[in-house]
């Protein structure tokens, strides 16, 4: 016997973040069906204080040999300092660990294509007009050549920041330490 449920209802919300990580789950899903890699894996790497306040942090995921990187912020004090240079290492470092061959991130260009383009990001696509007056900024890094890795250039944030970094990387569609991109 089946169930009724009636018709389907088209709904205009703000969604939830149970919303957004049930439509990543799916897409997972699609994908892996599609394509048949299933190394999907989330990516997280943050800097606390003593009080677990959040004060900066990466995150995103890794997947069929490359790594996204969709969140990427430091909390203004900390700034110039050289953390979003440490952080970025960590994560190259991890994405090299799995077996990434290059590194995607999106920014746009009053935040950070700058700073991306130093460590070694080179523009792949532009989208000008998003927003208003600005444009969105695709970036891509290549992690085959050795030369590129930025792990040297963070000795100046390890003063800053005490000790490792600590990355939380729960399976893409576990049910630990869902995605909520």
């Known amino acids: ?17 149970g919303d957004i990580e049930y439509l990543e789950e799916r897409l997972y899903e ?6 048949g890699i299933a190394d999907g894996r989330r990516l997280g790497i943050f800097v606390r204080d003593g009080a677990q306040t959040l004060l900066a942090g990466v995150a995103g995921h890794t997947w069929g040999e ?3 990187l969709r969140q990427v912020w430091v909390a203004e004090p900390l700034r110039r300092k050289g953390i979003g240079r440490r952080l970025l290492a960590e994560a190259e ?17 009053f935040q950070a ?4 383009q130093r460590i070694g990001f080179t523009v792949v696509s532009e989208v000008a ?10 970036l891509m890094k ?4 050795p030369r590129s890795s930025i792990r040297g250039t963070v000795r100046a944030a390890d003063a800053v920041i005490r000790g490792p970094l600590r990355a939380r990387t729960p399976r893409v569609g576990s049910s630990r330490g869902r995605r909520t991109d």
């Open 129 to 138: 007009d998003y927003p208003r007056g600005h444009s969105q900024v695709v």
């Open 66 to 68: 490359t790594c996204e």
């Open 113 to 116: 294509p700058a700073f991306y």
């Open 93 to 109: 470092a991890e994405a090299r660990r799995r077996g990434c061959r290059q590194i995607l991130v999106t920014t746009h260009s």
């Open 30 to 35: 699609f994908n892996l069906a599609a394509t």
């Open 142 to 145: 290549v992690l085959s050549d």
């Open 1 to 17: 016997m089946t169930r009724d449920v009636g018709d389907p209802v088209l709904c205009l919300e703000e969604p939830s973040p």
